[in-house]
C-alpha cells in the first residue's frame, strides 16, 4: 500500500431510520471499523427517530463514532447532506444501514482517487438473501430492486455515468462544485421506496464539472442485506413503479437525455436479453426461467408506468424538490412550472 493511501481521509456515512434495525446498524459500524484502510471518522445519521437517536449515542458514547440527528427533512438525501456538512475527510463515504462492508472497501476506493480527475468512486453491491438463496423467479437484471448491483452493468473498473448510493464514495470538493443530494427524489423513511438521488446528484455533478471521472471499482464490495418481504414478487413491482417515478424527477432535474441516457441501453439491449435467456432456460428445463422472463416484462411495465404517472405529476408542478444544503450552501428549488 502506498503512503498516499494511508493518508487519506474518508468519512464514513451512515444513516439510519428505525429501531427495527439495530443489529444490522450495529454490523455496519463494524464492518467499518474493521477496514484495512482505516476511516478518519464514522458518522451515523439517524433521520428524526429520536429513541434510535439516544440508544446509538449510549452505544457509541466512547468510541470513535459520531451519532448526529438529521438537520434537514425527513428522508435519506437530507440525512446523508448532514452526513457530509459534517465530515472532516477529504472523502465521503456512504453505506447502507443493512450493509456490511468487506475489509478492503474502502482502500480500493482510495486508490482510484489517486487520479485528481475522480470525484466519486462506487462499489459492487452483492445481495444476502434472507432466504440464502436467490427466489428462483427474481432476475439479476433487476438486483437494483433490492439495492445491488445488477446484470447489465460493466465489470471490473470502468468509467459510469452514476455510482449507486448504498455503496459509494464522492470527493469533498464534488459537494463543492454540484451541491448536496437532492430532497423530494430519494428514500423518505417507510414511505414508497424511491430512489435515484444519487443518479441526479451525479449528472449535475457532471454538468458543473464536465471533466469529473466517475467510477465503479467491483473490488469495493459491500453486502447488502435483503429481508424476506423483500424478496416477494409485490415489493418487486411496487419498486419497480416507484423507480420510474424517481425517473421522472430525474428528468425533469438534469434533463431527458441525460437523466434516461444509460437507462434506453438497459431496456433495449440487457432486459431484452434477459427475456431470451428466461425463456431458453424454460425450454430447457431450468427451474425459474420463465418466471425471470415473467418478472423482467413485468418490473419494464411497472417503471413505465411510474415514469408515465411521474412526468405528468411534474408537469403539473405536484412535485418541488432541491438539492441539499452543504455547510450553508443553498441552491434553488425546482419545480414543474
Request: proline share 6%.
Amino acid at each position: 500500500m502506498s503512503p498516499t493511501h494511508e493518508n487519506r481521509g474518508f468519512s464514513v456515512v451512515i444513516c439510519a431510520y428505525t429501531e427495527d434495525r439495530w443489529e444490522d446498524i450495529l454490523a455496519a459500524v463494524d464492518s467499518v471499523r474493521h477496514q484495512s484502510l482505516p476511516p478518519l471518522e464514522t458518522l451515523l445519521v439517524v433521520d428524526h427517530n429520536p429513541a434510535l437517536l439516544g440508544r446509538l449515542r449510549g452505544r457509541y458514547e466512547r468510541e470513535e463514532v459520531r451519532v448526529l440527528a438529521n438537520a434537514g427533512p425527513r428522508g435519506l438525501s437530507a440525512g446523508r447532506n448532514t452526513g457530509i456538512a459534517a465530515a472532516r475527510g477529504e472523502f465521503v463515504a456512504f453505506l447502507d444501514d443493512d450493509a456490511v462492508a468487506a475489509r478492503d472497501w474502502l482502500r480500493y476506493f482510495a486508490e482510484a482517487y489517486d487520479d485528481e480527475r475522480v470525484m466519486a468512486v462506487g462499489g459492487r453491491t452483492l445481495p444476502a438473501w434472507a432466504s440464502g438463496r436467490r427466489p428462483p423467479w427474481f432476475p439479476e437484471e433487476f438486483d437494483w430492486v433490492v439495492g445491488c448491483t445488477y446484470r447489465g452493468l460493466p465489470p471490473g473498473k470502468v468509467r459510469v455515468r452514476n455510482v449507486l448510493g448504498g455503496n459509494a464514495s464522492f470527493r469533498r470538493a464534488a459537494f463543492d462544485a454540484a451541491g448536496g443530494f437532492a430532497t423530494g427524489i430519494g428514500r423518505d423513511g417507510d414511505r414508497r421506496p424511491l430512489g435515484c438521488e444519487e443518479t441526479e446528484l451525479c449528472i449535475r455533478l457532471a454538468q458543473a464539472q464536465p471533466d469529473a471521472v466517475l467510477l465503479i471499482d467491483d473490488r469495493a464490495v459491500i453486502h447488502h442485506k435483503v429481508p424476506p418481504d423483500r424478496e416477494r414478487f409485490g415489493y418487486f413491482r411496487t419498486r419497480s413503479y416507484a423507480e420510474g417515478l424517481s425517473k421522472a424527477l430525474v428528468a425533469r432535474s438534469v434533463g431527458a437525455g441525460k437523466g434516461l441516457e444509460s437507462e434506453r441501453r438497459y431496456t433495449t439491449r440487457v432486459l431484452p436479453a434477459g427475456v431470451v435467456r428466461g425463456l431458453r432456460d424454460a425450454l430447457l428445463g431450468r427451474a425459474g426461467g420463465a418466471g425471470r422472463a415473467g418478472a423482467i416484462v413485468a418490473g419494464a411495465a411497472a417503471a413505465a408506468g411510474g415514469y408515465a404517472v411521474g412526468t405528468v405529476r411534474v408537469r403539473r408542478g405536484g412535485v418541488t424538490f432541491a438539492s441539499g444544503p452543504i455547510a450553508g450552501m443553498t441552491t434553488p428549488s425546482k419545480a414543474a412550472p
